[in-house]
């Protein structure tokens, strides 16, 4: 990847010059919509800057006056101001409750058109998001899906490909949207589908008609994270066994780590006060692990969020379980 980015510098200097409409496209950029098309089994993908500018370009193009966006309760704050920039009507249904969803669905037979987002994976507390139920109600109603799996690629599914892959309903989410700036390690954020879905994305999204385009590096090395997640399954087998080692040994400590499904492992602590002391301590025992308090989560729900990466060895994930222990016992979390 770093190889990636040098050649392009070397090739097309360090800017991009433009928006990507009107001379900010190089090569490197289409070659990564197409090869990230062809990893996500789409048709067709647009990148965007970031994964905030996918969510806030796209989402209030997608619905009107007279239409409904639909929305869980948890959703990330990028989904929420897409909502917010948009003229339709909102609802909220109960963190990942599809029985809540058709209950919001019943009450919205008024609207034209229905649009449900949901995140993929929930940064906060590493639940996954009932993709195939939400896909299921949204044909039965007639309503559009978007999917914001910036937690679930390189995560999820065959290769990494994401949450339509380890839910098997590829080509059911109209929106799948994600962003490289998580598991692949750059920066960068996209929305796949189908091209008449790219190319209504790419006329109407303000964040990208009129924002600069990544230089050529970028979309370089985007692409070559893609490479190195298909071709070297390695990554991905240690990720997940990574996640399984550190997650039973928080178990057998006696810890409270929620209902995480994937890397993203929260340490409860409850108290935002005590989840920073635990953090601080963490921190003289050389173990680097941020807290959550609130306002980014409930009062009472503060925590330390671990996520575990490819790049730990089995040492790295004792010394750091032999620390949690420790500060654990001294703060009586456990
Ligand atoms: C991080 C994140 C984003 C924003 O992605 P960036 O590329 O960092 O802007 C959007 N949605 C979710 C769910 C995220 O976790």
Redesign the pocket.
Known sequence: MKRAAIDAVEKYGVGSGSVRAIAGTMSPHVELEKSLASFKHTEASLVYA????A?SGLIPQLAADGDVIISDELN?G??IDGVRLSRAERAVYKHCDAEDLRRVLNESRKYNHVLVVT?G?F?MDGDIAPADRIVELAEEYGALTYI?D??GDGVLGESGRGISSHFHIEGRVDVEMG????AFGV???YVAGSLDLVNFALNKSRTWLLSASHPASVAASCKASLEVVTSEPVHLNRLWDNTRYFKEGLRKLGFDIGSSETPITPVMVGDSSKARKMSESLFDENVFALPIVYPMVARDRARIRTIMNAGQSKYDLDYALEAFGKVGKSLRII
Do not use: E, R, W
């Open positions: 970031t994964g905030f500018a969510n990330h990028s989904i995140d994976v940064s914001d910036a937690h962003t490289f700036s998580k920066v960068g954020g």
